[in-house]
């Protein structure tokens, strides 16, 4: 089985080598490696077409394009167009996969039927201070937990070609947590998922400079319209499939977008105080004519958050 791996590059030529190089170990290697480059401005491009000349073989292919369309969205969605294999995995240019990964998507797929959709795994987050913190996964109430965990991060899934292009492919305008934004739609119709149990293949190394970041308040207008654009596709999905029953209803999923912007409210008055009030204020308006408790709920989300505390989403679960 030969499986299509799309990494978009945007400058940090050592980093996609590291990752490049982490792929080239993969014990599985019948790949097709996609590199879309995003409008790099160093060495980037030429030092990724150099690397795909010294390291094609008869079992691994290279695919370089260039998307001038700005955002990793956009990148991905060239590559995943480029794919000619029935499974694509993405992945970032500055995080690593351990060698047995792609074997393991490779094993977990053969051992379901023809209604796999989607295959997921955990990964570990390699601070800039060397700490690992291990990202878990979940098998039940994905929908929910992927909205407070964000478990269908580019580097942590691979899905079916069709089911991508079914569910819409990757949204140009999310400039940041498109990920996020692109599992809610895909977990929305309830696929056939497997979930990888063991230890982690996947190890994130967070940058400072790259499109997602480490803060939340330069970040917080982008977020939102992610948001945005997240909860006009839960509307889209419902409207289109109004016969179909589905748990969490629509209604439960839209608070749980709020929540998500009730929590950056806090995250951001954490940051620079006074910044997340405009938001907290705005969230609350929606549900003035909410029950106090639910109210009271959202309010207990901000100050959780605005305090530094992590876990605020176990508050979400009274929504």
């Known amino acids: 089985m030969e499986i299509s791996i799309v990494i978009p590059v945007f400058n940090r ?23 879309i480059d995003n409008n790099s401005t160093d060495g980037t491009l030429a030092a990724v077409e150099q690397y795909a000349d010294s390291h094609r073989t008869d079992e691994t292919r290279f695919t370089i394009a260039s998307q001038p369309i700005p955002g990793a969205a956009a990148a991905r969605h060239k590559g995943s167009e480029l794919a000619d294999t029935e499974w694509i995995m993405f992945f970032d240019s500055d995080d690593t996969m351990l060698p047995d990964l792609v074997e393991r998507y490779v094993n977990a797929i053969n051992s379901e039927d023809d209604q796999l959709m989607l295959v997921c795994t955990g990964a570990t987050v390699q601070q800039p201070d060397g700490k690992l913190i291990e990202k878990p996964i979940f098998d039940r109430n ?9 478990f269908l991060a580019t580097q942590r899934m691979i899905v079916r070609k069709s089911y991508l292009e079914q569910c819409g492919n990757w949204n140009h305008d999310a400039k940041i947590w498109n990920d996020w934004e692109l599992g809610l739609r895909l977990l929305l119709p309830h696929p056939s998922t497997l979930v990888m149990g063991g230890k982690s293949s996947v190890v994130i190394h967070p940058q400072t400079e790259s499109i997602t970041g480490t803060d939340y308040s330069s ?6 319209a992610t948001i945005d654009i997240a909860e006009a596709a839960v509307n889209l999905f419902f409207d289109e499939n109004p016969e179909r029953t589905f748990k969490p209803c629509r209604e439960r999923i839209l608070r749980l977008l ?16 006074g910044a997340g009030k405009a938001l907290r204020d705005k969230v609350l308006a ?17 100050d959780h958050t605005a305090t530094g505390l992590r876990g605020s989403y176990i508050w ?4």
């Open 13 to 35: 030529e050592k980093l996609i080598i590291r990752a490049l190089d982490s792929v080239m170990a993969q014990t599985h290697k019948h790949l097709h490696i996609i590199v």
């Open 258 to 273: 709020d929540y998500k912007r009730m929590a950056l409210a806090g995250l951001c008055e954490h940051e620079h105080k």
């Open 316 to 319: 979400a679960h009274f929504l």
């Open 219 to 224: 970040r917080a207008e982008s977020i939102l």
């Open 142 to 150: 994905p929908i929910e937990n992927h909205i407070f965990h964000s």
């Open 286 to 302: 929606k549900y003035a004519k909410s029950s106090s408790t639910r109210r009271f709920i959202f309010s207990l989300i901000f």
